[in-house]
C-alpha cells in the first residue's frame, strides 16, 4: 500500500462549484500534513498546512481526520485560476515529506 | 534575490555521461532535498541533507551521488547517465528539523532528458 494516496482525478468541474479532494495515509503516526499546488511544468507551492481541528483560508478548507487516516481539501467558489495539481503531503515522523501523486483539477468557464 | 536557485533549467546529455544539477538557497536552511518527479510516480526523494557535511539517502537514491560541504549548495550528480534518470529534478529546503511543519520550499526544477 502506497503512504499517500489520492484520487488522480482529471476533476472537471464549473466556475463557481465546490470540489473536494481526499488523500488518505498509512502510517498512523503521522504527525504533519500539508496540501501543495503544482501547476504546469512549475514547482510544487504550500499551499495550506492542515491542523487538527481544521483550518480555513479564503475559500480553502482543510480538515485532518485522524481515526480514519486521511485529509480533505474543500475548494468553494471555484476560479479558474485554481485549475492545477494538488499534492496532498504527509510527514511520518522524520525530517523527509512524503507526497502524493496529486489530483488534477480543471475549472471549467 | 533571496531564495533558491537551480540550474540548469533544462539539460540533454547522452548515456554514460556525467552530469551535475545545481541547488543553491540563500536562506541558509539546514536541510535540503533532492526529489525527482515522473508520471505516475509523483514525487521521489533521492537525497536529503540535515546540514553541511550530513548526507542521507531517499527513496530511489541509485546512481545519484550528493555533496554538502556549504550550508548553501548542495549539488547532485548523475555518475553515469542512463534513460531511465530522464526526469524533471526538484531541490528543496527547509529551515530546520521544526521546519518539515512548516513545509519545504522547491526550486523552479530542472528537466534532464538522457538520450
Known amino acids: 500500500r502506497k503512504e499517500v494516496e489520492q484520487d488522480p482525478g482529471p476533476f472537471n468541474v464549473p466556475e463557481g462549484a465546490t470540489v473536494a479532494f481526499n488523500c488518505t495515509y498509512s502510517n498512523s503516526a503521522s504527525q504533519s500534513f500539508f496540501w501543495y499546488r503544482q501547476d504546469c511544468r512549475k514547482e510544487p507551492k504550500l499551499l495550506m498546512s492542515v491542523y487538527s481541528s481544521g483550518n480555513e483560508d479564503g475559500r480553502f478548507t482543510a480538515q485532518l481526520n485522524r481515526a480514519s487516516q486521511y485529509i480533505s481539501l474543500l475548494i468553494r467558489d471555484s476560479k479558474l485560476s485554481d485549475s492545477a495539481t494538488y499534492l496532498c503531503?504527509?510527514?511520518?515522523?522524520?525530517?523527509?515529506?512524503?507526497f502524493g501523486t496529486g489530483t488534477r483539477l480543471t475549472i471549467i468557464p | 534575490d533571496a531564495g533558491i536557485t537551480q540550474s540548469p533549467r533544462y539539460k540533454i546529455t547522452e548515456t554514460g555521461r556525467q552530469v551535475t544539477l545545481m541547488c543553491h538557497q540563500t536562506w541558509s536552511h539546514s536541510y535540503m532535498f533532492w526529489y525527482r518527479q515522473d508520471l505516475g510516480h509523483g514525487l521521489r526523494l533521492i537525497y536529503y541533507?540535515?546540514?553541511?557535511?550530513?548526507?542521507d539517502k531517499g527513496e530511489v537514491p541509485d546512481g545519484y551521488v550528493v555533496s554538502r560541504s556549504k550550508t548553501e549548495n548542495f549539488p547532485l550528480t548523475l555518475e553515469s547517465a542512463t534513460r531511465s534518470q530522464t526526469s524533471v529534478y526538484f531541490c528543496?529546503?527547509?529551515?530546520?528539523?521544526?521546519?518539515?511543519?512548516?513545509?519545504?520550499?522547491f526550486g523552479s526544477g530542472t528537466r534532464l532528458t538522457v538520450v
Open positions: 503531503v504527509v510527514n511520518s515522523g522524520n525530517e523527509k515529506l512524503t
Open positions: 528543496a529546503s527547509s529551515e530546520s528539523r521544526r521546519g518539515v511543519d512548516y513545509g519545504y520550499t
Open positions: 541533507s540535515a546540514a553541511a557535511d550530513i548526507t
